[in-house]
């Protein structure tokens, strides 16, 4: 057993010395392991589309202005893994095609897809995104009608403004909108942060995460809500015309010169504080933590409820 046991330990050592030496040679690229072999490809469609359906896995997706007038897509293709392309009634589809056998599932994949649409104008309707863990980057300068986005393990980063709604939901990933407006905003993530910033919104925004943070600068909108597990939630200079409501297990709420004409607050395990910009009527209540707010009497409500937390809310310029 000793002697079998030595004999392992050798030639353990000896596959570590061989793979180091391997990586070396290779200059630590681990996309030259690969096992399947790639090209790059363009497609040039016959017209710009109006809507856009796009349904992968692992490649990022990310729109970029065309400069020629012509509507492309360049993406990765291999013999068994690609990207079918169509243009039918107004609508691009873009579908992974994935022909391997299961056995050729086993491999060394190195190489991140890339998905890259160019488009020539300006104004669209509808984008449909469902994608596992490639990320998703919608830049600024485009208007859609829609933005629908599904996602397993990705990161999503909207600048572009819609004319009716964002919706954004995935499993694991932060979720990054900036700079745009819409009618109404719905994002949920299990694992991720939610972010944005100078966002405006003529309805409802919603965020909803069961592991993350929320934080909202600059952002306008008629009504404001936000529930989750565990996570904190920072507002800057956040102003909703009606109803904000936050509600947390686990958490800090953090006000810094924001605003609602009704404001109600529910945590748990989370202190509730900052500075709001208008006098407010306050009911609060925590179990062991202290409470300090302004003895206003006019003005909306601002309803307050913590157990191990305490409660420090001031009115701007008071």
């Not at 809500?225 to 009606?242: C, E, F, H, K, M």
Request: proline fraction near 1%; aromatic fraction near 8%; charged fraction near 20%.
């Amino acid at each position: 057993m000793k002697k079998w046991l030595i004999a392992a330990a050798i030639l353990l050592g000896v596959g570590l010395i061989i793979g180091f030496v391997s990586l070396v040679l290779l200059d630590y690229d681990f996309t030259k392991l690969n096992t399947i072999n790639y090209e790059t490809k363009t497609y040039e469609l016959a017209d710009d589309p109006t809507d856009i359906v796009i349904n992968t896995s692992t490649d990022n997706i990310k729109f970029v202005h065309s400069e020629d007038g012509k509507c492309k897509v360049v993406c990765l293709y291999s013999e068994k893994m690609y990207n079918k392309i169509d243009e039918k009634d107004g609508t691009l589809t873009i579908e992974h095609v994935d022909e391997r056998k299961w056995y050729e599932n086993f491999g060394i994949f190195g190489k991140t897809g890339s998905l890259t649409v160019y488009l020539p104008s300006d104004k669209y309707g509808t984008l449909t995104i469902k994608t596992s863990t490639g990320n998703v980057t919608i830049p600024e300068g485009f208007e859609f009608e829609n933005v629908f986005v599904q996602g397993s393990t990705c990161d999503v980063s909207c600048k572009s403004s819609v004319k009716d709604q964002i919706k954004i939901e995935q499993s694991t990933g932060d979720v990054e909108l900036y700079g745009l407006s819409a009618e109404k905003i719905y994002i949920t993530t299990s694992t991720g942060d939610i972010k944005a910033e100078s966002v405006n919104v003529s309805g409802s925004f919603a965020a909803h995460v069961s592991t993350g943070k929320v934080v909202l600068t600059g952002l306008r909108c008629e009504t404001l809500l936000s529930t989750g597990s565990t996570g904190d939630v920072y507002l800057t200079n956040t102003i909703a015309s009606g109803k904000l409501s936050i509600e947390r297990d686990t958490g800090d709420v953090c006000f810094n010169k924001s605003d609602a004409e009704s404001i109600i607050v529910k945590t748990s395990t989370g202190n509730v504080t900052g500075s709001l910009l208008s006098e407010k009527i306050f009911f609060t209540k925590t179990s062991t933590g202290k409470i300090s707010v302004p003895k206003t009497t006019s003005g909306g409500t601002c309803d307050i409820t913590t157990s191990t937390g305490r409660i420090t809310i001031t009115i701007e310029g008071n």
